[in-house]
């Protein structure tokens, strides 16, 4: 590198040169170590460890000075432009700093980490070594030994020997793990450690943060024991980034109102309860009362492979090998609250068996009416105190109460899909036939809004209008759906579609290029009639083979599910109507805010922590733009973390993803078919939405899909999503459009590359890799 270079062939000044020789001097002009110390080093998500020279056992004054340079152009490097480019650090702000030490003639040396780098748990000590310099360790070029110590009584639960035998002793072990963990003591958090014995002494040669561990939860545990944890956003919606700081603040609030539930509580709190907890921008549930039981633990585990495969698989393998750890409980009572509820929502269940049509009117009018009470009690707020209140405390219990309140005729319809599956295996010999009675429901929004789309197409097209947001019949379609997002709707912190209209005039572009878009529209009312006809082909196929009375039960189950199965997607639809007020809310607070001077731009609301944004509106916080800069940086600094655990324990355990499956056929990948069919066609690799641009019959492939991905549907031949589920939104969603559909494909999005030709096979949960072209 030219920058190296430049520092390589500068002399060191004379004056400065000559300090540093008789620094040397004071040390005694021994054999020294000369290690560089830079700015951007042991950084919360990097530690740049290795990324600067480090020279050892220098011995002669003008080598001293060489090395102090040739580690000051360390920083130049391309190693180091590269890894501070990967991060995301303007090169700008790196500066290095060079540290003499005493050499330490070391007969044995190596590194030690507070915490098992590889499972995360805080509770174990693990020591590596080598005989003579540590530097043969780090560059990886010799095997070292290595133990596994419990942190709390230093004993050895773990070890691997040398040829030669180990090279310490358990009273050696004790020592460096005492040493290791005075650090973390010292510096507040897990440390690794570079270490080297001589002369019957145990030297720390270095310490630095371990900045690969997952944070665990800040604050007391739930309760007494060991506590596991799985990610909320992850397991319930597929969403493994992080939300804004407002958004977690408000779907915090939705958690705490499932929590009256359990206590009958309904009055606002401002802390979250004690089985949820943030870490690492995300919020995790903790479920150890349901795993203290063990017949519980693994009812769960199993219901969850419908809606997060891998959770529920990893969350198995933890409890058969580490699930001894947990305090069993006694026996669960079921909670007073939710048997309250349970009992109060019987009638509404009745009534939606028997007359589901009025039923599915009254839903979708209450709900209506709800939100419209919600909107009419956020425009008589005075100011932004109270506008900040009602966001934080009183939304969350709005939305709750909009969403729970639609749960019996929607579980209707759950029973009576799954009764009808049940009944055609048991009285037909397959549920194959079902497939098309799945499809086109009515009353499904998110289907109703890949129509509304195509209708704004349509009305683009006869109008000879390009799509544009003031094109004619955008602004009733955004009345009606400009609440929804592209991305992670339930984060109020993001985008709607009203806010930002050009992903709707992408989507109508997008359909204008695939064809007539009468042509979409007729194929929902052809999937409509297609559904009516599968229902009257198994009624008549019952009759036929069980006879009068199981065709008329049969019928019944049908038409149920068809006027309420629809409505699966209604209470996230409403939901999201509601948290689109707070966003309003906000963003009114924000103009304030900036108008008082405390802001620069009103969407930095949205990066302030609930303490920061009363104390804003309160006058108690003079200026909150560096906290909304720190907020901003650290949403977007987690936005880039990749890897999130499955499972998370109290004692830093770490479960990423469950064991890998059995090898599959080269150039086949596998997962969980969700969707059934067979389409051949190109890849598409999406990370958003928005500023997407695709083909007909292309292959979407994507980390997960929420509403906002479904108007892309209609284009896609066939969906291959990283997780999810049976009962995952993107999967539902795809065998109601017919298109075949493979989720819990791991790292799909990086296996699988844009123009690559594959086969989906949705049934047997596999892709398989045509050609590379």
């Known amino acids: 590198m030219q920058l190296r270079a430049a520092f390589e062939a500068a002399p060191v000044p004379e004056d400065l040169a000559g300090s540093i020789v008789a620094a040397w001097h004071r040390l005694g002009g021994q054999a020294v170590a000369v290690r560089s110390s830079a700015t951007t080093e042991d950084l919360p998500g990097a530690s740049s460890a290795g990324q600067q020279d480090t020279l050892l056992d220098v011995t002669v004054a003008e080598q001293v000075v060489d090395a102090v340079r040739r580690c000051w152009s360390s920083l130049w490097t391309a190693r180091a432009l590269a890894y501070r480019t990967r991060q995301g650090t303007p090169h700008a702000e790196a500066a290095v700093a060079v540290v003499v030490q005493r050499m330490v003639p070391a007969e044995v040396a190596g590194v030690l980490f507070t915490a098992d780098p590889l499972t995360g748990r805080r509770d174990r000590v693990v020591v590596e070594a080598v005989r003579g310099l540590g530097d043969a360790l780090v560059s990886g070029r010799v095997t070292p030994q290595r133990w596994v110590l419990d942190a709390g009584t230093r004993a050895v639960l773990n070890e691997s020997d040398g040829p030669d035998g180990p090279l310490l002793d358990a009273e050696r072990l004790r020592d460096l793990a005492g040493l290791g963990l005075a650090a973390a003591t010292l510096s507040g958090a897990p440390q690794d450690v570079e270490w080297a014995t001589a002369s019957g002494r145990c030297w720390l040669l270095q310490s630095r943060p371990i900045t690969t561990l997952f944070p665990l939860p800040p604050g007391p545990p739930a309760g007494p024991g060991l506590r596991v944890h799985i990610p909320l956003t992850l397991a319930s919606q597929g969403i493994a980034e992080p939300l804004t700081p407002a958004g977690t603040a408000v779907f915090a609030g939705l958690a705490t109102a499932v929590s009256s539930l359990w206590s009958l509580r309904s009055r606002p709190r401002r802390e979250l309860p004690p089985w949820v907890s943030l870490a690492a921008g995300r919020l995790f549930y903790d479920i150890t009362p349901l795993l203290a039981s063990p017949r519980l633990g693994r009812r769960l585990a199993d219901r969850m492979a419908l809606k997060d495969p891998a959770t529920s698989a990893a969350l198995r393998e933890w409890l058969d090998r580490e699930g001894d750890r947990l305090d069993r409980a006694r026996g669960m009572v079921l909670p007073v609250g939710l048997s309250v509820w349970v009992a109060r929502e019987v009638p509404g269940l009745l009534a939606a068996t028997v007359a589901p049509d009025r039923a599915r009117r009254r839903l979708l009018a209450r709900a209506d009416d709800q939100v419209q009470r919600v909107r009419q009690e956020a425009a008589g707020l005075a100011g932004p105190r109270e506008q900040v209140n009602f966001v934080l405390e009183n939304l969350p219990r709005r939305t709750f109460d909009v969403a729970w309140s639609q749960l019996p005729p929607?579980?209707?319809?759950?029973?009576?899909?799954?009764?009808?599956?049940?009944?055609?295996?048991?009285?037909?010999?397959?549920?194959?036939g079902l497939e098309p009675v799945r499809r086109w429901l009515p009353s499904d929004p998110t289907l109703a809004m890949g129509a509304a789309l195509a209708r704004l197409a349509q009305t683009c097209r006869e109008a000879g209008v390009e799509p544009s947001p003031t094109a004619p019949g955008t602004a009733e379609f955004l009345a009606a759906f400009g609440h929804r997002a592209p991305d992670r709707e339930i984060d109020l912190g993001l985008p709607r579609f009203r806010d930002d209209p050009s992903y709707v005039v992408q989507l109508v572009r997008g359909y204008l290029a695939a064809g007539d878009p009468a042509e979409l529209l007729a194929r929902h009312q052809r999937g409509a009639e297609q559904a009516e006809a599968a229902v009257r082909d198994l009624v008549a196929a019952a009759r036929r083979a069980r006879g009068r009375l199981p065709a008329l039960v049969l019928r019944a189950v049908l038409v149920r599910y068809r006027a309420l199965g629809g409505l699966r997607e209604r209470p996230k639809f409403d939901l999201v109507r509601v948290l689109a007020l707070g966003r309003g809310l906000l963003q009114q607070v924000g103009?304030?805010?900036v108008a008082a001077g405390r802001l620069d731009g009103a969407d930095d609301v949205f990066f302030l922590d609930p303490a920061d944004l009363r104390a804003g509106v309160e006058g108690t916080a003079p200026d909150l733009r560096e906290r909304a800069d720190r907020g901003r940086r650290e949403y977007e600094r987690e936005l880039g973390r990749r890897a999130v655990p499955l499972v998370l324990t109290s004692d830093g355990e770490t479960v990423y993803a469950p064991a890998a499956p059995a090898q599959s056929a080269p150039g086949t990948l596998v997962g969980t078919g969700v969707s059934p069919g067979v389409h051949e066609g190109v890849v598409q690799v999406l990370d958003s939405p928005v500023g997407a641009t695709l083909a007909p019959g292309e292959v979407l492939v994507a980390a997960s899909t929420d509403p906002g991905w479904t108007p892309l549907?209609?284009?896609?031949?066939?969906?291959?999503?990283?997780?999810?589920?049976?009962?995952?939104?993107?999967?539902?969603?795809?065998?109601?459009?017919?298109?075949?559909?493979?989720a819990t494909v791991p790292d799909a999005t990086r296996r699988l590359r844009t123009g690559q030709r594959v086969r989906v096979d949705g049934g047997a949960g596999t892709i398989t890799l045509l050609d590379d072209s």
């Open 591 to 593: 103009v304030a805010l």
């Open 713 to 742: 549907f209609h284009l896609a031949g066939a969906l291959v999503m990283e997780v999810g589920g049976v009962v995952s939104h993107g999967a539902i969603v795809a065998r109601e459009y017919g298109i075949p559909a493979v």
């Open 410 to 432: 929607l579980y209707v319809g759950l029973i009576s899909g799954a009764l009808a599956a049940w009944l055609c295996e048991r009285w037909l010999g397959s549920a194959t």
